[in-house]
């Protein structure tokens, strides 16, 4: 079956642009996770969304960040005002989202690549 | 808090010759652990858990890991490394009733013929 999709693969800004990046989790799967992975940081969480639970936003780093999920599916991460240290990796994950499951596993997108001119 | 330590950036094998990658953990409850592989560029994919079920977790392409909770350790080997195994490998760790995952640093695997 499909699995988790991202869109651009690639997008390259200018300093003090607004982005949007997108995540189509696999059919079904209630959670979905954003990560961000860059050479200086290695791999950070961002932001979980469980069902019509408050996200956990505990990793975004500063308020420029934000993301939102719609209709329990596709999710944006937006970044706005995007500085040159923003440049990194995105990553998108679902997960069934099983109630009391720390062992859902979760399932990867390809990842947006950003870079911040 | 939890988090996870890979020893060493990068580890070179020979085809055909061991594989092992270490992870150690730190976690204030009992901890979920797991190991992804990426390939370049590509997403992270799961070689396998551990779930308190069983110390020793076989996962995909015969990799395993044992869960030592005395050296708060859960590396990773494969008896035989392929070509194909050349990528990098992530251990990472939740804690239970958490959902996100806490990542080590990676290491990258190198395979020579």
């Known amino acids: 079956g499909a699995g988790v999709s991202q869109s651009p693969s690639n997008k390259v800004t200018e300093k003090g642009k607004d982005v949007e990046l997108r995540c189509d989790p696999i059919?079904?799967?209630?959670?979905l996770y954003w990560y961000r992975q860059s050479l200086g940081q290695g791999l950070e969480f961002l932001i979980y969304?469980?069902?019509?639970?408050?996200?956990?936003k505990s990793g975004l780093p500063s308020d420029r960040f934000s993301a939102e999920r719609t209709g329990g599916s596709v999710s944006t991460l937006t970044i706005q005002r995007t500085q040159q240290e923003d440049s990194a990796v995105y990553l998108c994950?679902?997960?069934?989202?099983?109630?009391?499951?720390?062992?859902?596993?979760?399932?990867f997108g390809p990842g947006t690549r950003l870079t911040v001119l | 808090a939890q988090s996870v330590t890979q020893l060493g950036s990068h580890v070179s094998v020979s085809e055909g010759a061991l594989v092992l990658l270490r992870c150690n953990y730190s976690?204030?409850?009992?901890?979920?652990l797991f190991w992804y592989v990426q390939y370049p560029n590509q997403g992270l994919q799961l070689l396998l858990k551990?779930?308190?079920?069983?110390?020793l977790v076989k996962g995909i392409n015969d990799f395993e890991a044992e869960f030592k909770k005395s050296e708060t350790s859960f590396h990773l080997t494969k008896p035989s490394a392929h070509m194909s195994d050349a990528a990098e490998y992530f251990c990472?760790?939740?804690?239970?009733?958490?959902?996100?995952?806490?990542f080590g640093t990676g290491t990258r695997l190198l395979v020579s013929p």
């Open positions: 990472a760790v939740s804690a239970t009733g958490f959902q996100k995952l806490v």
């Open positions: 969304f469980q069902g019509n639970s408050a996200p956990d």
């Open positions: 059919s079904g799967h209630t959670a």
């Open positions: 976690s204030s409850v009992p901890p979920y």
């Open positions: 551990y779930t308190s079920a069983a110390t």
């Open positions: 994950a679902s997960s069934l989202g099983v109630a009391g499951g720390s062992t859902d596993t979760q399932y």
